[in-house]
């Protein structure tokens, strides 16, 4: 990881020239009379930072442990590419914290370029990090914790600000905010946002029209009131985003927007819960006011129990293609698409879509207008030749908690029925190259070849009820998953069994960790080496005799992913 981290921040502000002077700064043990130029003489206010004449190349180092109460760190002065003002830690233990108790951002920079943040604890303030006018910015592995307004704020003229591995929660609005400026956000942690009253966002960008924002590799847990990731503006100040690769949930309207006429949304790769608890229309994916987006192989879990709550919006003009994607409408009042206005010819094909009824009598899961209609009535009106209609089988069900619950089962028919997009990205939301069999694989995942080529079918009786998909894959990827053939519905109809233990079939996946503190949940015996044994019929176990399993473990849906070190078994 490190070496990715060092190539990123090579690309984004070229070589790094020799830092010119490293300054040390600790609350509980320095002073401001002392040169500040060494870890045994540090200065002690962030004042003292802050009417520094910094030069490019400059370190300011915060000691690891200490917390400035109610002190500000401002940032007048720039770097230049190739030499960036960094500002991160010393020592050893926690992140340093800058606790802005008062009304002002924890951190301020105006006018300000090639600046590195890293490694910094924000609590509380009006912003955690406040850049105003600035460019060629990093923030990266800090926390950003419960500011009153954003956790990262980057506004005024047009730039570029990268936040990378943080940690952003708890604000009283959005985490990141952009206006005119726009960001990179990758591989932070977005979530708990705390004001439900206001238009809360993850992601908010407001007129970002250049370059271009990349959200990538991010996990949005909410809830957030509004979107996962909102993108807004029109003319010229339109915002354009690309986004891929993240997994969203609890964002009670929307999973991603965009909206203003010129604005554009770029979203593959992406999987996307909306909650039950959603608002109206409580889309997964929307497009307003004559923008467009294009949405490809994304995985959309849409529970809202909203009567208008859609996996795909489109209102007022606006036009989203759609192609390889997962519509699961797993709330009786859900519906796959919900279009408010006539739009451009909606370009869609090849995406799977589960159930196909009539939720609440209202004539079927697709909406043009206020009129409902089944998947044949859409095709018919023209949309989606090559749709797929039939439960995709993901290992996680419904209950989406983690992104590898998004995989594919080993009989799901979203395999190898997508189309090449290859024209747009050739890689899954795990980095895997796509196809991995005969075609591209529906959804944000493609099912490789280390996940299960072994399934063990499971009776009642005679009557064949689920299958327990045992993985011969790496030991750092096993999975063992029990699902039922069913599809979605309130009521399941039995319960498989393994090794004479009665198992509750779920009408999702279910997971059982097979040796969590010990115990065998199928019956049998676990010993002190992680050796599960136990007897299996006949004719379940007849095609996998003989065959070495390698390293045994299971995801836990009640508890979560609780992995254990199992050795490889011959299976006899």
Not at 123 to 131: S, V
Not at 503 to 526: E, I, Q, R, S, T
Request: hydrophobic share 40%.
């Amino acid at each position: 990881m490190r070496s990715v981290v060092v190539l990123f921040v090579l690309l984004l502000y070229g070589p790094i020239a020799g830092a010119q002077t490293t300054y040390y700064v600790s609350e509980s043990v320095g002073s401001d009379v002392n040169p500040g130029t060494s870890p045994g003489a540090p200065w002690q206010t962030l004042s003292r930072v802050s009417a520094a004449a910094l030069s490019p190349g400059d370190q300011v180092l915060l000691k690891a442990g200490d917390t400035w109460l109610n002190d500000q760190l401002v940032v007048t002065t720039s770097g230049v590419q190739g030499a960036p003002i960094r500002f991160a830690a010393f020592g050893v233990g926690p992140r340093p914290v800058i606790d802005q108790m008062a009304v002002l951002p924890a951190v301020r920079a105006s006018g300000a370029t090639d600046l590195i943040i890293d490694n910094i604890h924000t609590r509380n303030g009006r912003d955690g990090i406040a850049l105003s006018q600035c460019d060629r910015v990093m923030v990266s592995n800090c926390e950003i914790e419960a500011p009153s307004r954003y956790g990262v704020l980057g506004s005024g003229a047009p730039g570029l600000i990268t936040v990378e591995s943080c940690d952003i929660h708890h604000c009283g609005n959005d985490g990141i905010n952009a206006y005119i400026t726009a960001f990179v956000v990758r591989n932070c942690y977005i979530h708990d946002l705390l004001n439900l009253a206001a238009n809360s966002d993850a992601i908010a960008l407001h007129a970002s029209y250049s370059p271009v924002s990349q959200i990538y590799g991010n996990t949005l847990v909410g809830p957030f009131n509004k979107a996962g990731i909102s993108g807004a503006g029109a003319g010229a100040g339109a915002t354009r985003y690309v986004a891929h690769a993240n997994f969203v949930t609890g964002a009670r309207k929307y999973g991603f927007i965009v909206q203003g006429l010129g604005s554009t949304g770029l979203v593959y790769n992406n999987i996307i819960v909306v909650p039950s608890f959603g608002m109206s229309p409580g889309a997964g994916l929307s497009a307003r006011e004559n923008a467009l987006m294009e949405a490809y192989n994304n995985t959309v879990i849409n529970l809202n129990t909203n009567v208008d709550g859609p996996s795909f919006h489109v209102a007022s003009g606006a036009d989203i293609t759609a192609r390889n994607n997962i519509s699961i409408c797993a709330s009786n009042e859900s519906l796959h698409w919900q279009t408010s206005s006539t739009p451009a010819p909606m370009r869609s094909d090849h995406n799977l879509y589960w159930p196909d009824d009539d939720p609440l009598a209202l004539g079927g899961r697709f909406d043009l207008q206020g009129s409902t209609t089944t998947v044949t009535g859409w095709q018919a009106l023209g949309h989606d030749p090559n749709a797929v209609v039939g439960h995709p089988l993901l290992l996680g069900g419904t209950m989406l908690s983690r992104p590898d619950d998004a995989r594919l089962g080993v009989t799901s028919p979203a395999i190898s029925s997508g189309e090449d997009l290859s024209a747009h990205f050739v890689v899954d939301f795990a980095g895997t190259a796509r196809p991995v069999g005969l075609a591209w694989d529906i959804g944000a995942l493609e099912r490789s070849p280390s996940w299960g080529p072994f399934t063990l079918s499971i009776y009642q009786g005679a009557v064949l009820d689920a299958h327990l998909e045992v993985n011969n894959g790496p030991a750092s990827q096993p999975v063992v998953s029990f699902f039922s053939l069913d599809p979605l519905n309130t009521i399941s109809p039995g319960t498989g069994w393994l090794g004479g233990l009665h198992v509750p079939v779920a009408d999702a996946v279910v997971f059982y960790n097979l040796g969590v503190l010990g115990v065998a949940p199928f019956g049998g015996v676990l010993d002190a080496t992680g050796h599960w044994s136990t007897l299996l019929p006949s004719a379940a176990i007849a095609g996998l005799s003989g065959l070495t399993l390698h390293g045994i473990t299971a995801y836990d849906s009640a508890t979560g992913p609780v992995f254990t070190s199992v050795t490889s078994r011959l299976v006899q």
